[in-house]
């Protein structure tokens, strides 16, 4: 069976402008390519902290920065990017079978993710040798 390794893309959410300040919102269904399942949050998170280091076999998720930045470092098992995230209208989609890694936290940072599945630890790869392992499985 071929299937295609896992990937990223930004997903922009509206913002309604107003003196009293900026209102921004999520639709299940409209700007979220799966059913909402788990929304969890990253707070208290010192500057120094390095978090992640993981991939999902069946998790998508999509992440946000609601105040401070971070940087998500990704890996698909043949490329490399990386991504800041600084800006609560922008969120980043992670399908399963990605591995990513959290740095570089601004102080104060609160960082969203909304997922498509409640949590289970069985869903992750914690061990980068044998993420590669499932990919190389998968393209078989
Ligand atoms: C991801 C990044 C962005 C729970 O009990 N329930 C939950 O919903 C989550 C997410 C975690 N946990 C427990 C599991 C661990 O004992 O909380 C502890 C810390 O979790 P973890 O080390 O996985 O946290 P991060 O920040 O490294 O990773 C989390 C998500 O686990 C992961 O899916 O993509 O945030």
Known sequence: MTQSNGFVREIQ???IHDPRGDLTFVEGGIQIPFQIARVYYLYNVPVDSERGGHAH???EQIVFALSGS???KIDDGTTKSEYWLRDPRKGLY???LVWREMDAFSQGTVCMVLASHRYNEADY???YDDFLSALGNETK
């Open 13 to 15: 959410l509206p913002q």
């Open 57 to 59: 076999r069946e998790l």
């Open 70 to 72: 971070f940087r998500m």
């Open 94 to 96: 992670i399908s399963k």
């Open 125 to 127: 790869f914690r061990n």
